[in-house]
């Protein structure tokens, strides 16, 4: 019997699915570390779990290597020790080597967690990716817009989901934040350039370090500018086909991918990649640059997307690749792409326009859906506040009624 432990700090709808897709494999006993008590997880969950540790601090090293021991006394020796949160990616390498598990190591760990160590490496691999600097004082920020110029991108440097991610377009700007949260050697932050181009994703199963499989989805609009305006409503598109890029693009962007997490040190799991198709016409070579990546599942419900697109359960087949180390997966027979619905303004929901207009356009294309309701509070992420899955055979059916639900659906709030 196969033993496994899940650490989710926070038991949250998307790593519930991934709690009940790795107890749901047989011969799989599961222990469950979080700081969420137990009965917060759904009952069909809850009873297929073997063990459960409750911490008081999900990303610390010293209290999850106990609570991983405790879950070895209670459940016999483990084979894997698992984690879908970014920010739980090092905590687990560290626990890892502690205890002498397999998986993917500190180091590895630290080469996708750290954005400033991340791009070092791939300039070293030769990847080109955008200029940084790590700043630790106002003067490291003002050399650098000296050398790239304006706009500029402000994150933290172990940063997730864009969150604290702004952009600065002069230097007046690039001054006001600062002042804001100075930047110093104990707690710097990244700058980086701002690529202009349409941003995308792509995603790999990689199994001993081989890739085995890629997908890549398109962001309408950037994930950035969406962050900067809360009324904008945007989307992810899921081609059917990887003929919507370019040919020359396309191959780069495998090539370029591939070549990152040979890196950065990529073992078995599904890793998620940020990047940008320059404006132009240049070469592929000069047009495809990486942003960001993460040794982990995408965000934003791409999983959600997959599971569509290929008619499977894509959270299962996650489990079985780093629990057995397998995958298989049949040719995908549909585009499909999320429509996320977006507050104006903070404050409270009072009333959600165009959802008849919708329907009667759409609604025979929708196989998800999870809309904003009257009273509720405007959220706060780039999620926003519902979504809409769309699915069809022929992807610009599929870009088409995205364009369309962000277009007639609006969040009105007080």
């Known amino acids: ?69 405790r879950c070895e006394a209670a459940c016999g020796p483990i084979h894997r020790l698992l984690g879908t949160l970014e920010q739980l990616q090092v905590p687990l390498a560290a626990v890892r080597e502690r205890l002498g598990l397999p998986g993917l190591g500190v180091e590895a760990a630290l080469n996708f967690r750290d954005k400033a160590r991340m791009k070092q490496v791939m300039r070293d691999a030769g990847i080109l990716c955008a200029r940084t600097r790590l700043l630790g004082c106002v003067e490291d920020a003002l050399e650098f817009a000296a050398l790239v110029g304006f706009p500029l991108v402000l994150k933290p440097p172990a940063g997730a989901g864009a969150i604290a991610t702004y952009q ?55 994930p950035m ?43 078995t799991g599904l890793s998620h990649m940020e990047w940008f198709c320059r404006d132009g016409d240049g070469a592929p070579e000069s047009r495809v640059l990486f942003s960001e990546i993460g040794a982990r599942p995408p965000g934003a419900r791409i999983m959600n997307l997959l599971s569509t697109a290929h008619d499977t359960d894509f959270f299962r087949l996650w489990a079985e690749l780093v629990v057995n180390d397998r ?45 904003p309701e009257v009273g509720q509070l405007a959220a706060t992420s780039y999620e926003g506040d519902g979504y809409v899955i769309v699915r069809h ?8 009624a995205l364009a ?3 277009s007639l659906v609006q969040v009105e709030v007080v």
């Open 1 to 69: 019997m196969t033993h496994v432990v899940f650490v989710a700090p926070y038991l949250l709808e998307t790593t519930v699915r991934f709690i009940g897709a790795v107890a749901a494999l047989p011969g799989v006993r599961t222990s469950l570390i979080s700081e969420d008590p137990i009965e917060k997880l759904d009952a069909r969950v809850r009873h297929r779990l073997s063990h459960h540790v409750r911490v008081r601090r999900g990303l610390d090293i010293d209290d999850l290597a106990e609570a991983t021991r």
């Open 168 to 222: 600065v377009r002069d230097e007046a700007a690039l001054r006001r934040a600062l002042a804001q949260a100075p930047p110093s050697a104990e707690h710097p932050i990244l700058c980086e350039e701002l690529i202009s181009g349409q941003e995308y994703s792509f995603d790999v199963v990689s199994v001993d370090g081989v890739p085995m499989w890629h997908s890549f989805t398109h962001y309408l609009p950037s």
């Open 225 to 267: 500018r969406v962050l900067e305006n809360r009324w904008i409503q945007w989307t992810v598109l899921l081609p059917r086909e990887p003929t919507y890029l370019e040919p020359a693009i396309y191959s780069q962007v495998c090539e370029v991918g591939y070549a990152a997490l040979a890196a950065l040190g990529m073992q």
């Open 327 to 371: 995958f298989h997966l049949a040719e995908r027979g549909y585009a499909t792409g999320a429509a996320y619905f977006r507050a104006k303004g903070p404050g409270r929901i009072v009333r959600v326009d165009g959802l008849g207009a919708a329907q009667q356009a759409f609604g025979h294309l929708v196989v998800e859906s999870q809309l």
């Open 393 to 400: 055979p022929d992807t610009a059916v599929v870009r088409d």
């Open 404 to 406: 369309g639900l962000v």
